[in-house]
């Protein structure tokens, strides 16, 4: 049996790609594809771009970014990580109200590591720190390649459990059920649609899930008022009206890739817009419905996803 040839991963230092920080590894981070595997390798839905070189105060945060639902920060380095940028880090934070802190860095130093799982544990359960180091591969002379290593993350686990306790010590049963109803949802997406990956459950009638735009969520949501689900594509802020108007030009075309009719919604008295599938007459209330429930809401949010996702993309 012939012997393969079999090449040698060797490690590279960072600035044999990046030469600055702000001119070269910033810009590279802040692209789509860059951002997306990040998110990947934090087990994020998706992180968007909002911003980079951002002003907050007098000083300026690498990049702001939006999971679909929250302000995301993210602060790099080419470099070992130091005290002035874990200041930062919490700075621009506070400054932009974001719940999610992404440092990364060439090495990320012991010291700090242990400085972020501490913030981790004893700050707000839906404020996260992140701490992540970015290497360069290659085999031979083939082409660089990054790779991101999550070094501290929160314990979602044990957050996880604090959540559910907290909430049943301490709401009604109707949040209670909420919580229950939307944690059983994620579990059967991951199984059945893996790419969808919606905001950690709430006790609320909502949850919100990112099509890869700051601006725009395709969320679910569960009205026990008037007993409906729905999938909606929710618009909000000041630019919703054009947004809005801008996808109202492709309706037939949404429509027949769907196979289903929406309910457009302007909401004119709001600085929102809403383009939604209801299923009607269905309460969560019913546990023994609640594979049915699933199975709507699985279909169509895959569904309108797919179909939606590059035309929100490419609208102005």
């Known amino acids: 049996m012939s012997k393969k040839n079999l090449g ?14 702000a001119g070269d590894f910033t810009p590279w981070l802040a692209e789509a594809d860059n951002l997306n595997a990040l998110a ?3 087990g994020l839905s998706e992180l968007v771009k909002v911003a980079t070189e951002h002003s907050v105060g007098d000083f300026k945060l690498d990049i702001l970014c939006t999971d679909g639902d929250e302000q995301v920060i993210i602060e790099n380095q ?6 002035k940028h874990l200041g930062q880090i919490i700075a621009y934070a506070a400054g932009v109200g974001a ?27 839906d404020l996260s720190f992140f701490g992540v180091e970015v290497e360069l591969w290659k085999i031979g002379d083939s082409p660089l390649a990054p790779k991101f290593e999550v070094i501290v993350e929160p314990d979602e686990w044990a957050r996880s459990g604090r959540e559910q306790a907290r909430v049943m010590t301490s709401s ?24 969808i990956r919606p905001q950690k459950p709430r006790p609320q009638h909502w949850l919100n899930n990112s099509i890869g735009r700051a601006g ?14 729905g999938v909606e594509l929710w618009i909000p802020g000041e630019e919703a009206k054009k947004h809005f108007a801008e996808l109202l030009k492709h309706k037939t075309e949404i429509e027949e890739k769907l196979g289903y009719e ?29 594979d049915e429930y699933f199975s709507w809401i699985v279909q169509r949010i895959i569904k309108m996803d797919t179909v939606l996702r590059p035309i929100v993309k490419s609208i102005p």
């Open 262 to 290: 929406l309910d457009w919604q302007e909401l004119p008295s709001a600085k929102a817009c809403r383009i939604a599938s209801y299923y009607p007459n269905a309460s969560i209330e019913d546990l023994n419905r609640w």
């Open 172 to 195: 009604s049963p109707t949040k209670q059920l909420q919580l229950k109803f939307w944690t059983a949802l994620v579990e059967r997406l991951a199984k059945e649609a893996p790419h």
């Open 216 to 229: 725009f969520g395709l969320n679910i949501s569960a009205n026990t008022r008037d007993e409906r689900l």
């Open 99 to 125: 719940k999610k802190v992404i440092w990364v860095s060439e090495s990320i130093r012991p010291e700090h590591a242990a400085a972020l799982r501490f913030l981790n544990e004893n700050t707000l359960e």
């Open 40 to 42: 990947e390798s934090l």
């Open 8 to 21: 040698k991963m060797s490690q590279v230092p960072l600035r044999e790609a990046w030469e600055h920080e």
């Open 78 to 83: 080419l470099e070992e990580t130091d005290h």
